[in-house]
């Protein structure tokens, strides 16, 4: 039986007969996304700032790239938009629109094409699905020396149910009344609603992957 196979290239499938949709390779831009996210859901920097508890200076600083958002902003905003992590991730928002709108079609990512944003503190998150998928947010996490998931000390909660497991080096996640060090190997999972800290506290980069479940939307 002769099988049809996708262009090395594709990141989305169509049913048969129509091209899949190609991504690039280009980065994704962390604060132009938020920017057309935002102007999506028809909100304005002001509504975006209040409901975050900031100025809309810093949400401009935010989206013109001054700032780069710590992990605890960028799931703070996402939040507040309504939308998925994985929206961020997304270079070219029509393109993704025309995958989550085909009826029994798949999403597909080749090696060396996934996406990566840096975040403050040089944290990088990978997105590990091949777009975007309902209800879910699938990622891998590199976290430096020092590096932290919130830009304070304070502990941070958001939607969603969070579960974690450590590839290589050391993460350490702040509870209100405990702490637990992750080494390569262990898992964790937790309501996100639990105020947490995520912070390396080692000597290496620390690298995790992570599935974040949320209610919907």
């Known amino acids: 039986m002769a099988s049809t196979h996708p262009h090395p290239d594709a990141v989305g499938a169509v049913p048969a007969g129509a091209d899949a949709p190609d991504l690039g390779d280009s980065p994704p831009d962390v604060g132009s996304r938020l920017r057309a996210l935002r ?8 509504q975006l700032a209040e ?7 810093a949400v401009s600083q935010i989206e013109r790239g001054v700032l780069q958002p710590s992990v605890s902003r960028l799931i703070a905003i996402t939040d507040a938009l309504g939308v998925p992590l994985a929206s961020v991730f997304d270079a070219k928002a029509d393109v993704i629109a025309e995958i989550e709108a085909t009826i029994g079609g798949f999403a597909l990512e080749r090696a060396g094409h996934s996406s990566v944003v840096t975040l403050g503190s040089g944290v990088l998150f990978r997105r590990l699905s091949p ?6 947010d699938y990622f ?10 919130h830009a304070e000390a304070e502990l941070f909660r958001h939607d969603g149910y969070e579960i974690g497991r450590v590839s290589s080096g050391e ?4 509870f ?9 190997g ?11 800290r995520i912070h390396n506290a080692g000597d290496e980069d620390a690298v995790a992957q992570w599935l974040i479940v949320h209610a919907e939307r």
Do not use: N
């Open 51 to 57: 409901s975050l508890g900031i100025s809309p200076s």
């Open 176 to 184: 209100e009344e405990e702490k637990v060090v992750l080494r390569p």
């Open 186 to 196: 262990d898992a964790i999972s937790f309501p996100c609603s639990r105020p947490h």
């Open 131 to 136: 777009g975007r998928t309902p209800g879910v």
């Open 39 to 46: 102007r999506e859901q028809g909100m304005s920097a002001r």
């Open 140 to 149: 891998e996490s590199t976290y430096p020396p020092g590096s932290s998931a």
């Open 171 to 174: 993460l350490t996640i702040d």
